[in-house]
């Protein structure tokens, strides 16, 4: 079946550090990936999408971009902020089957 | 714009009683989803329904779980006896049903405590 594998954490960065959380997937097939962000008390958000090879989703300085030959789906950003503290998770839906990521957590410090 | 909302935020109770857990969808959503989320566990999907119909309740973790919904704006989540083992934050999502690119959209949960 359709699985997700990311990075485990928890990650220590930083503020201004680079940032990789790495995500690759198992899939037949062409699955749309994404990256979820949960903030303490709150819900997964949607941070950015990609849906075919070569794409690349984009949002508030982070960039994902869809490998399939690699079958990898990493997440970066240039440079981290305190705010940025907070669960990830990388995700594929393949009509319908939503399948996530154990989440990595993320902390940047002052 | 509203999303999805839940009710309660927390719930503190004890073991045998009956808890139930409501959401409300995103208005024009025909797809949701209830998972449960524990340290040990991660996040787990335990039901989830289209158009109101369940589609994949493989994830329900025995009969004392069962979920429900009976229109497009309304779905429950009912634990019948609790035991403390089920003390998670339980999430509710909904998203447009369309070929697997479109995003979940998450309540902020609800977290139980089943003492």
């Known amino acids: 079946g359709n699985s997700v594998t990311q990075m485990e954490g928890p990650v220590t960065l930083s503020e201004e550090a680079f940032l990789t959380i790495n995500c690759t997937y198992t899939a037949t097939g062409y699955p749309s990936l994404f990256w979820y962000v949960q903030y303490p008390g709150e819900g997964l958000q949607l941070l950015l999408k990609?849906?075919?090879?070569?794409d690349k989703g984009s949002n508030k300085g982070f960039e994902a971009t869809y490998r399939k030959e690699t079958t990898s789906f990493h997440l970066e950003k240039g440079s981290v902020q305190v705010s940025d503290s907070a669960v990830y998770f990388c995700a594929l839906d393949q009509r319908n089957d939503m399948r996530f990521g154990a989440g990595t957590r993320l902390t940047v410090k002052p | 714009d509203a999303g999805v909302i839940q009710s309660p935020r927390h719930e503190v109770t004890e073991m045998g009683q009956e808890v139930t857990l409501r959401c409300k969808p995103i208005?024009?959503?025909?797809?949701l989803f209830w998972y449960r989320q524990t340290m040990m566990r991660g996040l787990e999907l335990l039901i989830y329904f289209n158009n109101n119909v369940p589609i994949d309740d493989s994830g329900m973790p025995e009969d004392r779980f069962s979920a429900k919904m009976p229109n497009a704006s309304f779905s429950t989540l009912k634990i019948q006896p609790s035991e403390p083992r089920d003390s998670a934050v339980y999430f509710c999502?909904?998203?447009?049903?369309?070929?697997?690119?479109?995003?979940?959209?998450f309540g902020d949960g609800t977290r139980l405590s089943i003492l």
């Open positions: 999502a909904s998203s447009l049903m369309g070929g697997g690119n479109q995003p979940q959209h």
């Open positions: 990609a849906t075919k090879a070569d």
């Open positions: 208005s024009g959503h025909n797809s």
